[in-house]
């Protein structure tokens, strides 16, 4: 007859050996992700097909809190728009010459008035979609970024958009 002592350490046993195929198993699929694309992709969701200027505006942000844009009159959601004191051409050039800086960065679309870069976390490759429309008529560069999957980004489109806007400032002191 087996002692209580025995069957619980036979379960144990039997919940270690469980959590480690599992382990091998998320192991195994990481790698063919990454030895399929050339990198972690696991994360990357899929594009939205909301981007773009409609009706001279980028796209609202959803109500989660993974996403900043210009246009957002809430706390949550709203930062100031990025400006500049240049030619308009000059602005989105410097502006390019930013975000291609910026590591795990790609241009996805780049119009007259409009950028869209993806920006890949390092560990986890997690992709932010990250809009920018000059809008001359209120002589600012109106930014969206936000999240592809999860609820909250812990600030880092936030910090992003910060970021740029300080690097951008620093073409107009040394102008």
Not at 69 to 93: R, T
């Amino acid at each position: 007859m087996e002692t209580t002592e025995k069957k619980s350490s036979n379960i144990f046993q039997k919940m270690f050996n469980i959590t480690i195929i599992l382990l091998v198993v998320v192991a195994i699929v990481v790698g063919i992700n990454i030895a399929i694309s050339g990198k972690l992709t696991l994360f990357a969701g899929t594009r939205p097909d909301n981007l773009g200027i409609y009706s001279g505006r980028l796209a609202p942000c959803p109500s989660s809190p993974n996403c900043v844009s210009s246009y957002s009159q809430d706390a949550e959601h709203g930062i100031a728009s990025l400006s500049y004191d240049s030619e308009p051409e000059i602005a989105i050039a410097n502006l390019k010459q930013i975000i291609e800086s910026i590591p795990r960065t790609n241009i996805v679309k780049e119009e007259e008035n409009y950028l869209y870069a993806e920006f890949t976390s390092k560990i986890m490759g997690y992709v932010d979609d990250v809009e920018f429309y000059l809008d001359e008529a209120a002589n600012a560069i109106q930014v969206r970024s936000a999240s592809r999957l999860g609820e909250s980004d812990l600030g880092v489109n936030r910090e992003r958009v910060e970021t740029i806007r300080e690097k951008l400032n620093e073409f107009k002191t040394n102008t």
